[in-house]
């Protein structure tokens, strides 16, 4: 199964609690998530668009993955606010 046979599955919208922290020694702090799991370029790319709280601040971030057709190799992209 490659990385877009796994989020074919998980498509559309996603809602959960984020656990983080910034640190080991820290206690965890929990927020409400969500995700939107979509994809672009005839299948080729997923998006997993997502956002999360900190603090009161919302943050967002966005995932692009993308695979060739011939294999199962993909390259992906990741950014947060």
């Known amino acids: ?8 599955v998980h498509t ?3 809602t959960g609690t984020n ?15 969500r995700a939107h799991v979509s994809f672009k370029a005839h299948g080729h790319v997923a998006l997993v668009e ?11 971030g966005l ?7 011939e294999d199962d190799a993909f390259q992906s992209t990741w950014t947060e606010s």
């Open 1 to 8: 199964m490659t990385a877009l046979d796994w989020l074919a």
């Open 12 to 14: 559309g919208d996603w």
């Open 19 to 33: 656990r983080f922290r910034f640190r080991p020694d820290e206690e965890y702090a929990e927020s409400p998530s």
């Open 50 to 60: 997502h956002t999360w709280v900190i603090e009161g601040e919302e943050h967002d």
């Open 63 to 69: 995932l692009v993955v993308g695979a060739a057709p």
